[in-house]
């Protein structure tokens, strides 16, 4: 009846786990002590911790995400060329367009992604004027998809339409692949919902003279490596959210010689390389498609709490588990603490909006923040702010990454593969560094800054998840 | 980053202080710190004592040991002998941020808790002053001369300073001739007079306002509303030439209150035995290095006047 | 030659830090050969160089780890392990450091701590089991401060430990001293032959501060919470916890202390102690000590704390036992004190008594005795109803007030960490015309405050002016339960306590006799 009690007498080191005064008086009388700084898990939430204990320990759930995870890490997106969204995006039909984040009506959208709606639609021709626009969207003769459910991403508004030029990245591990429109480049431009004649003139532009040479010159290339680009500009100052100078550089020096050899008028070849060079966040549509064909293959496996999706729309904050199939958890997104541009301020921001934050879900972003430390002059706080940021992130994921690396952190991997469960259990949310969109059409961007999801999608996905699984 | 996100990150376990001081005792000013309405920050932090300033610059609150006495604007906390302030990482400027009502955090690592407090009361507050007794103020001007003490005063109470001396004499003589240019030249020349945060001259000043506010008192309630009269009026001229946190005790002696000990010691003389007032004037005079004496001149002045020139009750 | 391979999957590390780690191990003792890497070709190479094969090392890839050693001997292989694991354990962990340099983690999952460790958990009730668990999955054994624990978590977390081989102590187990190290409120006790299992806080301490006092030490004392002896419980972390004294070589006297457990269990707790070879003393407080019991074997039965410390030391050593209060000094106390002590008008008792305790089974062991005494004592922890306090913050006639009671402690620390939130309502107790006696506990030791004293003092020197000042007479008692190598320094605090103008003992029984004496003085004016 009485058992024997194991490893006795104790080793001497001692973990403390709530006052502090304890762990002083034990370290005072000469014991090794470990001090945690304990905080109530689950934001003290009770029915969140039995929702966790029934998850506690079960090798199934810890078996699949090693699958999800496998799945992810063994992805190698590559650029592989341009189309046109109509044909190439799975499930595009004619009057559609996808745009930003989870599910939204006409009537819900925020102003950045009705000014884009507007400008898409003058863009396709199916309305001479923005009141007309604005009619042709409200009147239901558009359908409006999430990009996510069409293996799509899109920044900030993330409006696609059927005939704008997409990149293609096939993941060549699995088969799968994902899409993203091209960057117009900063100012004025449709995915901030400006759609002023010279917005849809320059994307009229892109589909007819950037897209064809760069598709061509991909084709010569045989198709670009993403994975390595992104994982040589963590070592050069980006994490390609907020920051992909370096990026951009790289993938300039991969794709220039091919084209050159395009064969099209130099002039053309010029303003396309000089449009490039001129964006430094023309990389960030390549590392988003690259980050969604990683996590697209990671998701669909049955019991893994894996994260695969975190979007924005502009109103609602939508996150998807691989585990848990295509529903969505939403909760209303959310304001980001920023910098400002000179002459803006909070009240002209929009809530978080984009789907960039799939480069946080992929490990990148503020996930990466510690190896783009340049960037807190864009977004705010200090060097150790951007460390610490990137270290907190290791408690609410499933494993360091392979590719991706933080020189600061002796190049330790960046945190990757966001675990619902941890993100409950310590109440720490994933960092997001975004852009920060003007909360009226047309006027673009004012700022960039920090914001993470609301805490409900979390709490909603692990009760969901808990009652499918427990 | 926004200042409550980097806090909100450093904030140690549940809000966890490292530690929770019991007020003893608390006086009635500390409601406005305590219901939040109004906001006060730290203004200055010593070994044994620590001033809290509102908003606007000119009210304080003062947390002192058990053993230091209350006020009407002091709190006294459990604190051990050794016990400091300085151990607590407590800063000017940092808020006090009161929560339910009942405690105030300072900084993140001390809350003070009022839960249990007693409230102080005043003993001036309900006290008529009758006649003074000769023995009383015999006993206070004994324990004045027999303090060793850097203050400039001590001089003026045995006379071997005739400056000071004449220079308190010109208080007394302004006032009783109403002649209120004689009376603000004299206070501007003690007003702000001598080192620390609570200057000597102010001391003596306190002190005096304080008597003069007590048989004030009494005079209103014998049917003059003047409120504000030559000597008030001279003093709160002169305020601004001293510290805020001086001017506001100051203040605060012009409307009758002070320190527990003050008050005490002048409760004493007026209304109580030889002994008691002995005691009493041992307490005052031990407050602070000078401070405590300098009051004591004040009140010892004001009523040694009051008994032979009705002075308090005058201008 | 012994060999061995261990794979770590999706652990990855830098390769910096694992050749310098592998070159460390290869410096060890016994260690002919050792390869710590990432599972690259080149290394897998490396490893079937070494010896080493099999599918186990065809499937992994460069995001697993593995540990190949060759090494003399088995024991030279686990401390190799060992260090790898701890190094690599520390990296992971390399977390944030606190204000004094110490790092701290954000939760027990980073902690690079190994198995047999002790997890000291006093984190809010209802988290409490959750973490607690946690530790037991760790292979830690728990320390468990928390209250406001349910019976069915407690019973969950203990039957765990029971399950795993690891002592559960708590939950609201105030004290402990495993191996010398004092866990929660705990004093410095000298090695010596005694063994404790206790269910009480501060009876512990009581009994420690006796021991310390009578020159003895101890090897465990081993905390239970107050409720392991419920028949809920039934006494699983007391079983265990005697039988690691029983089997513990420098245990010669064991001790049990606890409130009167419920009867299947007694008997069960009895018979384990007759089974064992050693001698045991055993108080159930608030029952008479004697021989009484299942015969008079190796248990002998103690009335109070101080007597159970006294016959356990007297077991222990070879010479009897001596109390450290005799009667006949109690009643010399009580004669002096009396002196001071004035009649209130038209009665023939000397006020009356108002006790303040931090140390909850010190406050219940005072009511037991004056109950003994005939005395009557409100309480907001009275077992007789019509001695409950309706309001805990209002004394009526004689009072004693457990202030380390939920009432009190809700959002504020325990009266053991802050002794000065019980300095309002010690003065308002002062203030009372009608009270003659004012009696409260000093407990010091590791984890309490660092000069109780001091705090109390201050409030003595306070209560004696107000007493003065109404010219009444007031006795103001202090029990000071510590030893002579508690931080806070037990001859100081007597004396701190002593100039402000209290009476002074080290044995709360005898405080409690000493009460119960002056209450019964007539009055001789």
């Known amino acids: 009846m009485v058992a024997t009690v194991k490893n006795w007498p104790p080793t001497g080191a001692v973990v403390n786990l709530g006052s502090s005064v304890f762990a002083r008086s034990m370290r005072d009388q000469g014991a090794n002590v470990y001090e945690v700084e304990w905080r109530p898990p689950a934001r003290g939430r009770l029915e969140l911790i039995r929702a966790l204990d029934a998850l506690e320990g079960r090798e199934d759930i810890d078996e699949a995400n090693r699958v999800a995870l496998e799945r992810y890490s063994s992805a190698q997106p590559v650029l592989v060329g341009i189309g046109r969204a109509r044909d190439v995006v799975p499930g595009f039909r004619d009057r559609m367009l996808l745009h930003a984040g989870p599910p939204i009506t006409w009537e819900r959208m925020s102003g950045p992604l009705r000014g884009a709606v507007i400008g898409a639609i003058m863009y396709e021709g199916w309305a001479g004027s923005a009141e007309e626009a604005e009619k042709v969207a409200a009147g239901g003769e558009v359908a409006f998809s999430p990009c996510h459910e069409h293996s799509a991403v899109g920044p900030m508004a993330g409006v696609v339409s059927p005939s704008m030029p997409v990149f293609i990245i096939e993941n060549r591990a699995a088969g ?51 994975k390595s680009i992104i ?122 909006i984009g789907d960039s934050s799939i480069t946080e879900t992929a490990g990148l972003g503020g996930f990466a923040m510690a190896a783009a430390i340049p960037i807190v002059q864009f977004v705010g706080g200090t060097p150790e702010d951007a460390v610490g940021f990137s270290r907190r992130m290791y408690s609410i994921t499933l494993s360091e990454n392979r590719f991706f690396s933080i020189p600061v952190l002796g190049f330790r991997g960046t945190p990757t593969g966001i675990d619902i469960r941890k993100v409950v259990e310590t109440g720490i949310l994933p960092q997001i560094n975004t852009g920060i969109a003007h909360k009226d059409p047309g006027i673009g961007q004012v700022g960039a800054g920090l914001v993470t999801p609301p805490w409900e999608c979390f709490e909603k996905a692990l009760l969901a998840f808990a009652e499918r699984y427990a | 980053m926004s200042h409550s996100m980097t806090r909100a990150l450093d904030r140690g376990p549940a809000g966890g202080a490292r530690r929770h001081l019991g007020a003893v005792k608390a006086g009635r000013r500390f409601c406005g710190l305590l219901s939040g309405s109004r906001r006060y920050r730290i203004h200055s932090v010593f070994a044994r004592a620590l001033n809290l300033c509102d908003e606007d610059g000119r009210e304080f609150l003062t947390l002192l040991p058990l053993s230091r006495g209350c006020g009407a604007t002091y709190a006294t906390l459990a604190l051990a002998p050794e016990e400091s302030f300085l151990d607590f990482e407590l800063v000017p400027g940092l808020e006090a941020e009161a929560r339910d009502g009942t405690r105030v955090q300072l900084g993140l690592e001390v809350v003070v808790d009022f839960s249990s407090a007693l409230t102080w009361e005043s003993r001036l507050s309900t006290m008529a002053p009758g006649q003074l007794s000769e023995a009383n103020l015999l006993v206070l001007r004994r324990a004045l001369l027999e303090t060793s003490t850097a203050s400039p005063f001590r001089g003026a109470v045995d006379g071997s300073d005739s400056g000071l001396a004449a220079l308190l004499d010109a208080l007394r003589a302004a006032v009783l001739a109403a002649d209120g240019t004689r009376l603000g030249a004299a206070l501007a020349s003690l007003v702000g007079f001598g080192p620390g945060l609570t200057p000597s001259g102010d001391d003596v000043v306190v002190g005096m306002s304080l008597a003069r506010a007590v048989f004030g008192r009494a005079r209103r309630a014998g049917g003059r509303r003047d409120g504000g009269g030559l000597w008030e009026a001279g003093v709160r001229g002169v305020l601004a030439r001293t510290h805020a946190l001086s001017a506001f005790f100051i203040e605060e002696a012009l409307a009758g209150r002070s320190h527990e000990f003050v008050e005490d010691a002048l ?20 407050v602070g290095a000078t401070s405590g004496f300098d009051i004591g001149v004040g009140l010892y002045l004001a009523a040694e006047w009051q008994r032979r020139y009705a002075w308090c009750s005058s201008g | 030659m012994f060999k061995r391979l261990t794979i770590r999957k999706n652990a990855y590390y830098d390769s910096v830090a694992l050749m310098s780690l592998a070159q460390e191990v290869q410096k060890l003792p016994g260690i002919t050969d050792a390869l710590v890497g990432m599972a690259t070709d080149l290394n897998k190479d490396s490893a079937r160089a070494m010896g080493f094969g099999g599918p186990e090392l065809e499937e992994v890839g460069p995001g697993d780890l593995i540990i190949a050693l060759l090494g003399d001997d088995a024991k030279s292989l686990d401390g190799a392990e060992k260090l790898v694991v701890a190094r690599l354990e520390k990296k992971a962990g390399a977390g944030k450091q606190d204000a004094r340099g110490h790092a701290t983690y954000s939760s027990l999952a ?232 004035a009649c209130r008008a038209g009665t023939a008792s000397p006020g009356y008594l108002r006790g303040l305790y931090g140390g909850g089974t010190l406050c219940e062991e005072t009511m037991a005795v004056l109950a003994r005494a005939g005395i009557d004592v409100y309480s907001n922890v009275a077992w007789r109803p019509e001695l409950f306090l309706e309001d805990p913050e209002t004394s009526q006639a004689h009072t004693c007030i457990d202030m380390g009671d939920d009432y009190f402690t809700r959002g504020r620390p325990h009266p053991m960490l802050e002794p000065g939130l019980r300095v309002p309502r010690y003065l308002r107790e002062a203030r009372d015309p009608d009270v003659g006696i004012l009696l409260f506990d000093v407990v010091l030791g590791y984890g309490c405050h660092p000069d109780p004293a001091g705090v109390m003092a201050e409030a003595v020197r306070e209560a004696a002016e107000i007493a003065r000042r109404g010219r009444r007479k007031l006795v103001q008692i202090a029990v000071l339960v510590g030893t002579s190598g508690d931080p806070q320094g037990l001859a100081r605090q007597e004396k701190v306590l002593r100039d402000a103008g209290a009476t002074v003992l080290s044995s709360n029984q005898a405080a409690a006799k000493l009460v119960a004496l002056l209450l019964k003085l007539e009055c001789k004016q």
């Open chain 1, 176 to 226: 799968n692949r994902s899409y993203c429109t091209l960057n117009e480049g900063l100012g004025k431009v449709l995915r901030y919902g400006a759609y002023s004649p010279e917005v849809l003139e320059r994307l009229r532009w892109m589909a007819d003279v950037l897209a064809p040479v760069l598709a061509k010159g991909i084709e010569l290339s045989g198709g670009i490596d993403l």
């Open chain 1, 231 to 352: 994982a040589q500009a963590l070592h050069m100052g980006d994490e390609v959210h907020n920051r992909n100078r370096a990026a951009t550089s790289l993938f300039i020096r991969a794709i220039a010689p091919y084209v050159i050899d395009t064969g099209y008028p130099l002039s053309d070849i010029r303003r396309v390389l000089e449009f490039i060079n001129g964006n430094d966040h023309f990389f960030l549509n390549l590392s988003m498609p690259a980050a969604k064909a990683m996590l697209e293959a990671a998701h669909g496996i049955s019991k893994s709490t894996m994260v695969t999706v975190m979007s924005r729309n502009g109103t609602d904050f939508g996150i998807k588990v691989s585990g848990l199939g295509d529903r969505w958890f939403t909760g209303p997104a959310q304001k980001v603490k920023g910098l400002y541009f000179p002459g803006f301020g909070g009240d002209d921001a929009n809530p978080d």
């Open chain 2, 267 to 286: 409760g004493c003389l007026l209304a109580d035995g030889p002994q008691e007032t002995g005691l009493a004037a041992g307490r005052l005079i031990g």
């Open chain 3, 110 to 341: 980073e902690v690079p701590i190994g198995e047999g460790g002790i997890a000291a958990i006093s984190v809010p009730g209802p988290y409490a089991a959750r973490e607690a668990k946690a530790a037991l999955r760790r292979g830690l054994h728990v320390f468990l401060f928390s209250d406001n624990v349910s019976l069915e978590d407690e019973l969950a977390v203990k039957e765990m430990g029971r399950r795993e081989g690891l002592l559960v102590m708590g939950p609201d187990c105030g004290t402990a001293v495993i191996g010398g190290l004092g866990l929660g409120f705990a004093n410095k006790v000298r090695p010596g032959r005694i063994g404790i299992v206790a269910a009480s806080g501060t009876g512990l301490q009581q009994v420690l501060a006796v021991i310390d006092r009578l020159g003895e030490g101890i090897t465990h004392a081993i905390g239970t919470g107050g409720r392991d002896l419920r028949r809920e419980i039934g006494g699983i972390t007391t079983l265990m916890g005697l039988d690691v004294l029983e089997r513990d070589e420098s245990t010669k006297v064991k001790m049990v202390i606890s409130k009167p457990p419920h009867d299947d269990v007694r008997r069960r707790v009895i018979v384990a102690l007759e089974e064992g070879r050693k001698p045991a003393v055993v108080c159930f407080m608030g029952e008479e000590g004697g021989l009484s019991g299942v015969g008079a074997g190796k248990v002998r039965f103690a009335g109070s704390l101080e007597e159970a410390a006294v016959k356990a030391c007297s077991l222990a050593g070879e010479g009897g036992s001596r109390e450290i209060y005799p009667q006949e000094q109690i009643e010399a106390m009580a004669c002096e004190l009396a002196a001071g002590l």
